[in-house]
């Protein structure tokens, strides 16, 4: 953390102010010593902008980066609005850069870093609280995996940090774009990240860009716009004995677009259909057909109204005077193009190829009554101007004779064309098609082909003047031909040597045909098209990054690692040291045989698959029924040692498979067996309620629920990675399925067996410890104190602005810490409040603390859970010498047995915070209370 | 060429392995998840064939450490030699031969607790495969 990030607002508490989409300030409860370097603020700041969180991002004093949320966090979560996430929420920000432009589901293309601007806050009253939460109000165009087709989604999240790699995609088209690494790109293969992208890979792209401007348009004016262009082409609106009729044509597909378009602004509609027989004359011979053809009737008569205040004409279109009304002609570029795009949509002609590599000119075709050619003429006038402001200029205006009308009248028609591919591209790529996706799929597929075919123009363009370049420098016409041997055929150089000869596009360059039918495929079997990597390249320096997380990724349970519910347990004996003295080396190794590591050898105690079932949904409950143990074990854990949501069956057989074998053993790394005796107490009356006394043994065992744990996650990430894939997730195991989801729900039970697994574990070695020290102390009695879980999501009850509000605290690396009177309090602590237990490092203290009220107001009930590292592993290994630590653990009277000097050195004290010093600030700021000091006897590790 | 190498990470195991070309790289990273393991030299007097499949080659590494760490904890197997490993990066499947050994042997230091996508790519640079992991132990 920077420590100009934080504000110090009290005794060792930190604010971290609320900023950019944080939704609430982040509480860092530290000493200035320990102010360190690292991402660990970060993190706090990225959990902070999690929907739902209540009162702050919370970092106890043990903090340490951990993935996405640090290692002693916690937050709170509004049961409605927020979220839950087992793997500590956290996801990693990530993506692209602030220029980049994100299209709008009203054709703008606006630079991401611009969407700050365009968030608003709200407040939500909720239960009596307040939150605060950031609406954007523009929705942006996203594929639909499932049914391949693109839907407008709200933005949740909005999210920018500095970033120090930063690569730039560039495209055989040309399009480019710069992005982190880690930013996912769609491929045909799903979502891939740019270090999976192989050489030209294909890459889904969208060549429709529309227009920069950033200002939002109303929703309700855009698609009014929309439809009014649309309409002047395509619909009709007339009056009839005094009411009003508005009808639009089209395919019913489009219709149909077009009828969720009005129901977001409230009109209600219908589509129908009917069968028409036609006969139309045209100047070359009568034609008749038959059709279905659809319409859509507008129900609202408001919006009639609306329409024809807007200037949408009445009755028939051919027979009267059509202007561009004035207002649009004066608004800006927005407005102009959303009406433009709807009359193109009925109006404007496919894009088509007119030989192999070429289109024809795309044309509007307007057929009016002779007497008011002049008004025809000046309405196509009217559209080339409002092109001109889309730079597209290259029009014209032509009219010919055509067909007599039902009326018997002479009528004209009048077209305006756009001529030149440059043109082209802009009027399909800027302007578009609205409410005609035959036309909006061709445009794109156009488009993409002119810029593939632009650029291999560009290439032979450069070429050929290269040729001539070296014709000048005295080069023969062979040794210009073996310079672009692999670049270009001989034919092309000696044209180009001896002749003076144009450009043309290559006679092997694809047809448009052949392209079309190309894509179309693509389009039907992914959704989208595709362009394939040109070159990706690093740049240099740091860049600001941005990304967002669409609609769908709100209210989710994520799913990550939060599931071994590891957990300290403490047990009293009726033991003191002076019964100890002589007999520690004995009791360590009689310890170290009987309790296993378990770690590739796995456990004596073995049970059928039936019976392992029975633990993983009764959890240390079911122990004790067979005779492990006794009531007061269970009663004594937190959850009374079993989650009741366990369901055995949704864990898979290869997560059994590997916890079976591993019942009753710690596991190794920072997971120990410590003997201890009472050193200091601190507050007599409430050692007295906990069982405590001065030089008092005990035993403190940290352990959690092993491979089965992980396994069970490992299960479940694949699961939802199947069911709503990764594209979201700059980071997989941040993935997640919604809390009311199938899926959610059978994890959750899942996670809950795993968690009972733990419970089961610690209740085999518990039985284990007394066999043992009834061996070497014939009247020794072995009680559980209290067993608490340290990673873990619940459901717990606080008063938040004066009311009993029911939230989802994740504590991940931390402890609970209830002050006097919780329910869910052992009875026999209710009156004092709950132990909290944070064992030490090798050669410190451990402390017995108890929980407090004011820990509920401070920090939703939580207090620390170790001393938290400081020093990595490998740091630990070149830096600190195994034998040293050995050394001084001899002189202090402790006796260690451990698998393996690394493992001595990489849990020396030396590598975690000073725990006194960290118990001390726990103190001050009231979280807990300090209630004994235990000091190390006997260390079991690995 | 270098196997593998560990890298600083405050709380956990990282690495990376190389290869000319991804099989090995992928060989090398069990040696290296071995090596996080365990320190012991470990004999070859049990082989075991294995196959596993992913849906991109993050997944399919995670999945073929995954599977070390699984016959670990249901079969005390520890790897010692991968051979005939075999990749298809097509459909994301491998195939491959452990040979090893049962723990009661060995020294064990750390359990390493699981395989995860934390900062977890494989990539090819110039002309060598990459891939880099961090284990939560």
Redesign the interface.
Known sequence: MKKEDLKKIGENIYEIAKSGNMNVPGRIFISERMIVE?NASEQIRNVAQLPGILKYSIGLTDM????GFP?GGVAAFDLKKGVISPGGVGYDINCLTGDSKILTEFGQSIPIKDFEKHAHKINIEQNGMVLNQIEFLTRLPTLNFKNKKIENKKIEFFMSKEANEIYEIKLNSGLRIKAT?EHPFLTK??M?SI??LKDRENLAVNLFEGIKESEIIDKKQAISLKLLGYMFGDGCLYESKKKIYGAIYGTKEDLKVIKNDLKEINVNSNIYSRKRDHEIKTKYEIVKFNTTNYELHIHSKEFKESLKKMGMPLGNKTRQKINIPDWIKNSNRIVKRLFLAGFFGAELSSPKASSKTCFYCPTIDQNKIERLKENAREFLIEISLLLEEFDIKNTRITETEDYKNKYGEKTMRFRLMVSSEEEMLKLWRNVGFEYNLKRQKLANIAALYLLLKKKENEKRNKLASKVKEYKKKGFSLKEVQKIFLNQINKRFIERHYYENSGQRINLDFISFNEFLIEKLNEIKKYGTIFDSIKNIKKLPGKHKVYDFNLEENHNFVANG?IV?NCGVLLLKTNLTSKDLIGKEKMLADALEKKIP?G????SPFQVSYKEFDQILEKGSQYLVEKGYGMKEDYLFCEEEGCMKEADASLVSD?AK???I??LGTI?????FLDVLEVEKIFDKKIAEVFGLKKNQIVILVHC?S???G??V??DYI?KM??EYGIKNFP???LICAPINSKLGKEYFSAMSAAANFAFANKQIIIHWLREEFINHFPKSKIEVLYQVCHNIAKFEEYVIDGKKTKVCVHRKGATRSFGPGRIEIPKEYRKVGQPVLIPGSMGTASYVLVGTKKSEKLTFGSSVHGAG???????AVKTIKGENTKKRLISQNIILR??????IV?ESPEVYKNIDEVVDIVENLGISKKVAKLKLKIVLI? | MLKFKFFSHTADIKFRAYGKNIEESFKNSVYALIKSISNSKIEESKKIKIKVSGKDMESLLYNFLEEVLYLIDSKNFFVSKVRNIKINKKVFNLSAEFSGDLGKNLKIFSHVKAITYNEMFVKKIKEKWIVQVVLDV
């Open positions: 690292d340490h980066v951990g993935y290692i690494k293969e799903g891939k270090f999976d690692f071994s590591s770690v590739g050898r796995g290869r498979k590997r916890g074998g591993q596991g190794a790394g920072n997971h959690g092993r491979g089965l992980h396994q996650a490992s694949k990675e199947d980071d997989r195991e590292r400081v020093m990595s592993r490998t740091e451990s698998g393996s000097d690394q493992l990489e690995g």
